[in-house]
């Protein structure tokens, strides 16, 4: 008999399976840098002082294109006038309303302009403040270039009270030697001034008369306070009379100096807390016959006048070496545009600035007065940085 025996056998059926893959490609890294980048700028006038910080912000600006950015554009708004303080305001909201990258802002006066700036932190537009270090109240600052106003009173003062009689390097008091290129700031003037002697302090003589910016207001309040707490330790110099407001104006600068000649036939000194002004006391003076020389004074008494004032720009540094006025206190404007553009780019490629950058205010007199003008020694910056993201005074 034949046995059938049954196989079963399993039998496998491969099939094609189609998988569909998806790749993601790898993005490219997102650079830190946009191409365009537009900072907007706002001066309270388009006086001398203003254009020399609107220049360097535009030299700053073009030397980052030098260096590989493809466009850092300023757009430079001023008021009609110092004190056209609406205007600013609506410069600063027409900004905000053009979403420019970053607002740098030399304020007509600090609380004026605090209701713009609050819409340009709610826009998320960072704020650079020049021409202050004072933190200003109720609003986000990304950065301060500038000096403290009060110290740049004390520093004039410093230099008035050499010229009549003190230490220091402008008069006939005790002279000090310092090397060209020294700091003649307010730590400098203060160490030199906690030496005074008892005899020194009482040879101080002159007379003064004051010619302020706003009366009132913020900057020239400051200034005026600095200036104060310096003179008034010095019994000898007589202020003559309240403060005359320019309004940080080169013609009504001329006004009050012509009306402080005229009824002060023995005036001394005039200390003028701007340029504006104190280039219009200078040729007020010099228009009367009245105007004193660097190295032809003091006469006490005599009808010559000796000239004061704060800010340097190109046109006073010229009459600073011709010896038309004694000293100016030197406040930053290159400074402030040249710093004033890195920062902003900084911020928008993504890095970090300070919060504070002090231009150290001092002293530019006659033998010092071309180390300020026509060439401002600044940094180099570190653009290269600053394309990567980085923060280079940080």
Known sequence: MVETVVVEKEVVVEKEVQVEVVVTPTPAPEAPCPDRITICWTPPDITGVFRTATDYWELSAADAMTHGFKLVSLVS???TSHIAFGDQVGIIEDFVARECDVIGISP???EVVIPAIQKANEA???VIIVNLLEPIAGVEVASYIGFDNTEAGRISGFALVDYFGGPGVLGT???VEVELGTYLDLAWWEELYETVTDEERAAVEGKVAIIEGIAGGFFSTARLNGFHSIVDEFP???IVEEPCAADWNREKGIGCAEDFLTAHTDLDGIWAASNEMGLGAMLASEGA??????GEGPVLGDDKVAIFTNDVTPESADRVAEGKMIAETHHGFPEWG??????????VCGGDVPEIFDIRPRTMYQENARLFYPQPALEPIDWETIKEGGSPRK
């Open 77 to 79: 708004q001023a008021p």
């Open 108 to 110: 007509i006066e600090v």
């Open 124 to 126: 998320g537009i960072p």
């Open 173 to 175: 008091g005790r002279e």
């Open 236 to 238: 000898g110099i007589e």
């Open 289 to 294: 016959d009245r105007l004193e020389l660097a």
């Open 338 to 347: 040249w710093y004033g553009t890195e920062f902003g780019v900084t911020m």
